[in-house]
């Protein structure tokens, strides 16, 4: 499966949004957008009119990841904001969570199922023939500039594993949190081909180096 980059915007210069959102549409393949709301996530990020200003820009798609309690509220306006993908977390839908899947749908985007380091993930199998990617997190979410939690590559395989049995090979895995030139090798090995990187990219002197890197 084809690596594929998303820089999470949560770590660009939002004074200069614009010049980060053409270093992404010039080397990388999808816009991560962080969505946190004070309650799902201690930290609070950004909203509709950042994401809007972005969609106004972007030439390559918009992944939104949702930190947010009752993401089926907000569904619908992330999806008519421009979303190309969304994602929210199983920890915050439960059962809910193949209703969302259909909701998210419903609007023509693709739909992500996501779980925190200490969620056991067979609980998402149950939702594994609906969804078009999983999303791992390899840091709890809720900041950036976390360090990789390394027992994220023993989940990646087991939920590789799982959708490959399920004849879903073609479903990707997306990692995010702590990802960097040096752990981008072992995620991809492990099964993961969606890379989420945020202060690796943008703390970096030089973001379209550190993104042929993770590429590659
Ligand atoms: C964390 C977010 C991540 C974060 C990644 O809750 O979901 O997308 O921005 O940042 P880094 O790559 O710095 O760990
Ligand atoms: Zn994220």
Excluded at 90 to 100: D, F, K, T
Aim: charged residues 25%.
């Amino acid at each position: 499966m084809k690596t594929l980059i998303a820089p999470s915007m949560l770590s660009a210069d939002f004074l200069h949004l614009e010049k980060d959102v053409e270093m992404v549409n010039q080397y990388a393949d999808l816009f991560h957008l962080d969505i946190m709301d004070g309650s799902f996530v201690p930290n609070i990020s950004f909203g509709f009119p950042v994401v809007e200003a972005i969609a106004a820009k972007a030439r390559k798609p918009l992944d939104v990841h949702l930190m947010i309690v009752h993401p089926e509220r907000y569904v619908e306006r992330f999806a008519k904001a421009g979303a190309a993908l969304i994602s929210f977390h199983y920890e915050a839908a439960l059962e809910q969570s193949g209703a969302v899947i259909d909701q998210i749908h419903s609007f023509g985007v693709k739909a992500g199922i996501v779980i925190n380091p200490d969620c056991p993930v067979q609980k998402i199998f149950p939702y594994l023939d609906q969804v078009d990617f999983v999303l791992i997190m390899s840091v709890f979410a809720g900041f950036g500039g976390q360090k990789f939690i390394p027992e994220s590559l023993e989940r990646i395989r087991t939920v590789r594993q799982e959708l490959d049995q399920r004849g879903r090979r073609d479903v990707p895995i997306e990692v995010d949190g702590g990802i960097g030139p040096d752990t981008a090798a072992e995620v991809k090995q492990a099964g993961a081909s969606m890379l989420v990187a945020g202060s690796a990219v943008f703390k970096a002197a030089d973001p379209k180096e550190i993104i042929a890197a993770l590429r590659k």
